[in-house]
């Protein structure tokens, strides 16, 4: 089947700005990880979904920063009054959910440029 | 301190050499290891897990997990030109509501 899908795959807004980034993870699959990376820096946890389990959203840098997953499936990640800071690669992630054997399966990524 | 770390390189290896990856992590209960490769450019991509102490083999790839000192590494055999990329370690603790965690990387570059 497909892998993980991520829309935009380039966005350009101005500072203060509103996005909306969205990912489509692998059907089956009940987490799903959200990640930031900046210009040749790792990966930052930013939230991850299991299942209808309470998301774990201790990476998000701030409060304009939010995600939703909606039955279960497709996620959307939201940044608010966006700030030049906010200029990353936007990857998502989705896997099988087991206990070990957790491997991830990343999307192509969201390149943000905050103007 | 990072809760995993890895040194930043770049490290250089001439081809067919043996390249050797390390990283270390901070939580003790951690119980799921993975290395990731990553291009320039492009998405990370699982090359191995690991959960138990000792060696694991793939073909080049052999991943050694250490819990008392806290400390995974990757061992590259033979390397090729094409293994040149960012290596990013991960880690999990052995629970369904945990998350994640990578290290910053290391850039591996095998000279010809």
């Known amino acids: 089947g497909a892998g993980v899908s991520q829309s935009p795959s380039n966005k350009v807004t101005e500072k203060g700005k509103d996005v909306e980034l969205r990912c489509d993870p692998i059907s089956g699959h009940t987490a799903l990880y959200w990640y930031r990376q900046s210009l040749g820096q790792g990966l930052e946890f930013l939230i991850y979904?299991?299942?209808?389990?309470?998301?774990?959203k201790s990476g998000l840098p701030s409060d304009r920063f939010s995600a939703e997953r909606t039955g279960g499936s497709v996620s959307t990640l939201t940044i608010q009054r966006t700030q030049q800071e906010d200029s990353a690669v936007y990857l998502c992630?989705?896997?099988?959910?087991?206990?070990?054997?957790?491997?991830?399966?990343f999307g192509p990524g969201t390149r943000l440029t905050v103007l | 301190q990072k809760e995993v770390e890895q040194n930043s390189g770049p490290l250089s290896v001439p081809e067919g050499a043996i390249a050797s990856l390390n990283c270390t992590y901070s939580d003790r209960v951690s119980q799921s290891f993975f290395w990731y490769r990553q291009y320039s450019g492009k998405s990370p991509e699982l090359i191995m897990s690991?959960?138990?102490?000792g060696d694991k083999e793939d073909g080049r790839f052999t991943a050694q997990l250490n819990k008392a000192s806290q400390y995974v590494s990757l061992l590259i055999r033979d390397s090729q030109p094409s293994d040149s990329a960012t290596y990013l370690c991960?880690?999990?603790?052995?629970?369904?509501?945990?998350?994640?965690?990578f290290g910053s990387g290391t850039r591996l570059s095998i000279r010809p």
């Open positions: 979904f299991q299942g209808n389990s309470a998301p774990d």
């Open positions: 690991i959960y138990s102490n």
């Open positions: 991960a880690v999990r603790r052995y629970s369904s509501a945990s998350k994640i965690i």
């Open positions: 992630a989705s896997s099988s959910g087991g206990l070990a054997g957790d491997t991830q399966y």
